[in-house]
């Protein structure tokens, strides 16, 4: 088999189940009610979701570091969080912290 047939087939049949894996769920909740356990657990999923994928972005092993100096990251992921509380803006705090990542990054040559 051809090396991008198979990439092609591995993409189908990922995508399918993919979706087969959601519709069953959507399928199954369908016809009943949510236990009220699972629906309150279920408001939390994707504040939990953002958070794995910010910290991991953040945290650096140590190995990886070039010098023992501040992360930018994290400074810019501060100014973020407290321009996010201070104007419950969304907007603005992206703007906030991708403004302090890139003038670090910049400063920081």
């Known amino acids: 088999m ?7 087939t591995v993409i ?5 189940l993919n979706y087969a ?4 769920f959507i399928a199954f909740f369908a016809q009943r009610s949510m236990p009220p356990l699972l629906a309150r657990a279920l408001k939390y999923v994707p504040a939990a979701m953002l958070t794995a ?3 991991s972005m953040l945290v650096v092993p140590v190995s990886l570091a070039a010098a023992p100096s501040v992360n930018p990251r994290i400074v810019a ?3 973020a969080a407290v321009v996010a509380y201070v104007t419950r803006g969304t907007l603005g705090s992206i703007g906030a912290g ?11 040559g």
């Open 2 to 8: 051809d090396g991008a047939l198979k990439l092609w």
């Open 12 to 16: 189908l049949v990922v995508g399918a």
């Open 77 to 79: 992921a501060i100014v």
């Open 21 to 24: 894996s959601r519709l069953s």
């Open 98 to 108: 991708m403004g302090t990542l890139w003038l670090l990054r910049w400063v920081a």
């Open 53 to 55: 994928l910010v910290v």
